[in-house]
């Protein structure tokens, strides 16, 4: 009880709030609460480590499935299925990397090859434009689709996990760093073929690949539904980015 | 240790410059000549330092910028971007990995690797001036060609220090091969808009 007392003087006492009591409050509140050795950012760190567990071998043939359709999936590999992000992230950065430098070694190889400046120098500056297109295009459809294919099929019967999805969807990729590195000959025909070829290879690829081994049968109708929309996405990404590599200013 | 500590602050500005350009050469010797033993890459790569990275980054940007027709505050800006967040992503990636490389340490060493790409953007600059434009432009290619395998010989050897679990190599080097290959691609281009 708090009570203001005045002394003889006439001066107010501070009011007496009797013990309070502490047993509610933290100790050491303002000590870090974790250890030195274990920051917030080794966690994330630690946890992110498990998408990036393959080596090179398991690499290389994950590639090299994802190229050749027909026959083992991707993750059929009994000594490591599990899905990885290392594929998602460096598959589409070549791609992107790669066609932005052909596109404009094109204009300059054509503008040798057609004649049109016989000089040597004409080739134009570093075309920070179409990289951002292509970066937008490429991590754009990259991001976006798997997510959107995970959130729909979390609503049907089938469970796919997101990881599963986004390294499909890098991998599948794989086709189109062939295409671009065919790109720089200066040709049309030769790299639309490439590029349509690409499309094709990297659709079956997904087609074969985007339903995991624990999928429970594909002739669900929906399910069935959902592989054909996300392989004609794949194909319109294809050609999207072929447009983008001719036309794209 | 308090003594050191006492003496180093003290000293003469010019012999705490000398000992951190001491310091930026011994490295750069290292980058120029990678194949040096395991034990000195060692030592070096615990002892990060930001010095020489930022030094040889600032000079490649600048070196850029003059040569670019237009902006040249842009291209600076932009150039120092590129590399700084690529070496991020980069070293990123190779903690990712399992590599025993803290952030510092990861940024250091690219940032030293630069050197042989930078050495070309200088050659770039003496080849377009000195010499006709059709062999010009035939010995910049080659020269950055062969200096960005030079560059990446470097980091290789570096990374066999890492310790990266036993296959990931490849893994580990194949982005500073994409991103040193961005930079030998602006040197080699330039920024110039012609008409």
């Known amino acids: 009880m708090a009570t203001m007392a005045a002394n003889s003087k006439g001066e107010f006492l501070e009011p007496d709030y009797g013990a309070a009591d502490t047993s509610h409050y933290v100790e050491n509140w303002d000590q870090p609460s974790l250890e030195p050795s274990q920051t ?6 630690s946890y992110l480590k498990n998408f990036f567990d393959l080596d090179t071998s398991d690499f290389l043939l994950r590639c090299r499935r994802a190229l050749f359709p027909i026959g083992k999936k991707i993750l059929d590999n009994p000594d490591n299925e599990e899905a990885d992000i290392y594929g998602w992230v460096w598959i589409p950065t070549t791609v992107i990397l790669v066609l932005s430098v052909n596109s404009s070694l094109f204009v300059f190889f054509s503008a040798l090859f057609h004649q049109q400046d016989a000089s040597v120098s004409h080739i134009s500056g570093v075309n920070f434009r179409k990289f951002w297109i292509f970066s937008v295009l490429v991590y754009g459809y990259n991001i976006v689709i798997p997510a959107i294919l995970w959130g ?47 499309s094709i290879v990297s659709s079956i690829t997904l087609f074969r690949n985007i339903f995991s081994e624990d999928e429970v049968s594909e002739s669900t109708r929906s399910l069935y539904l959902f592989k054909i929309i ?11 980015l072929l447009m983008v590599f001719l036309y794209g200013t | 240790m308090d003594t050191l ?21 011994r490295r750069l010797k290292l980058v120029i000549l990678p194949k040096v033993t395991a034990v000195e890459m060692q030592a070096e790569l615990r002892d990060w330092d930001l010095w ?8 490649l940007a600048t070196v850029l910028s003059v040569e670019a027709s ?11 971007l590129i590399i700084w967040c690529g070496s ?38 003496f080849f377009t001036a000195v010499l006709p434009t059709a062999i ?15 560059s990446i010989m470097a980091v290789t050897a570096f990374f066999a220090d890492v310790k990266l679990p036993q296959g990931r190599k490849l893994l580990a080097v194949y982005p500073v091969f994409l991103f040193y290959s961005g930079v030998a691609w602006m040197i080699l281009v330039g920024f110039q808009e012609h008409k």
Request: with cysteine; net charge negative.
């Open chain 2, 70 to 80: 237009e902006d040249a505050s842009l291209i600076f800006s932009l150039v120092f």
């Open chain 2, 136 to 150: 010009a432009v035939i010995l910049r290619f080659v020269t950055v060609v062969l200096l960005l395998i030079w």
């Open chain 1, 152 to 198: 729909v099929l979390v609503c049907t019967t089938s469970r796919q996990p997101i990881l599963h999805l986004f390294c499909i969807y890098g991998y599948s990729c794989t086709s189109y760093i062939f295409a671009s590195l065919i790109s720089i000959i200066p040709f049309e025909v030769i790299y639309i073929v490439s590029f349509v070829i690409a």
């Open chain 1, 230 to 240: 996300a392989t004609l996405l794949h194909v319109a990404f294809g050609i999207g």
């Open chain 2, 52 to 59: 020489g990275p930022l030094f040889i980054c600032m000079t």
């Open chain 2, 88 to 125: 991020f992503i980069v070293t990123l990636n190779a903690q990712l990995l399992g590599g025993a490389v803290s952030f510092f340490m990861g940024v250091c060493l690219l940032g030293y690797c630069v050197f042989p790409l930078l050495v070309g953007a200088f050659f770039c600059i």
């Open chain 2, 5 to 25: 500590h006492e003496s180093t602050l003290d000293e003469p500005v010019w012999n705490t410059i000398k000992r951190d350009l001491g310091l930026i050469g």
């Open chain 1, 40 to 45: 917030t950012a080794s966690v994330h760190l």
